[in-house]
């Protein structure tokens, strides 16, 4: 606890325009929920959060509440056992609907606020297009790059809207392992930096980068 | 937290026999889930946890590892939400199978080293009791009585196994907030005792109580 305050602390200061995701997957019934979001957003003040909606609607309402806060359902994991369920068919409109469809189109149906995105797994680029494709305009927060293993390429490619944007590729033990010698810093501030430059790449190979658009 | 340490020491205490359940529903990918793990039974000592597996096999597979601790898998909760998506019908065996059901059948699949329990709601008798014969030896955490307003004859009756036991029913808001006033400690333990005469009252009626059996 002492080090997240300390990290916050020190982003806000170094960086105070950085957008910080408290990614805590928090997901319970209702008052336990506003008890949560008191905490992630009133208590630890941070700009965004990940919830897991496995528990339906009132899991995840407290959190939309202030619309000048983010929420990023996980929708489509990027981990091995993601799959067990997520991807189980349901009865939809049609065929059967995989699951994570389900809860991406609840998730459309809930942003009356515009405040939330979902997560979506770089290791699925199959299921991220599809995401896309069902929520053009809605942030995806893309883990899996790095050290899960996901291929960054496709995951711009099928993560971005048709801009080249409204894509969040997230390294997390990538940059913060980076090195587990005394160089830490600076190695995480290179691998940061080179996913960075690596993402910049695909979307100036597309036409779609941030100094052409 | 210190409320929560203070808490936790003062049951050791006064009933060092009793089971704790750390009901944070955590759910998170692999590497994650065993920080958790850590967490909740390395340092809070817990005797159990609830966990949310949207997530998959290995968002609980760290929770599992140490078998005299119990990992409670929410399967079909008590608040409105619940139903959103715990209750689709995906393809399963045969004709589609409510999505509570498939999660049960999986914590059946995992449950190797007999820790597994399902958290399954009062408010909806239907569906505990389809847990409760899917998974006839397990034990099931039953919130939803008291504030929930669940119907607490019907949980009993379709949350025990056929010996009237296995079944936790739990009340934490109809215990808790018994009074808001000074006697809330006389009134928390009058709620904690009346529900556990009702319990035992319907245990009775059916000749399954602790004392003919």
Redesign the interface.
Known sequence: ?EALERTVSHIRDVAPDAVIIGDA?R??????ARAYAKAMFGFWDFDAVTV????????I?PFLEDPTRGVFV?CR??????????D????GKGE?TP?YE??AR?CADWNTSGNIGLVVGATVPGQLAAVRSLCPDMPLLIPGVGAQGGELESAVRAGCDSKGRLALINSS?GVIYASPSADFASAASEAASRLRDSINHVLEQDGLGWLSS
């Open positions: 606890m997957k997901g319970d019934i209702g008052p336990s897991n909606a496995w528990g339906g609607s009132d899991s309402e996980w994991g990027s981990n091995p056992g993601s799959g067990d369920f997520q189980l068919l349901v009865d059967g699951l389900a809860m609840a033990r």
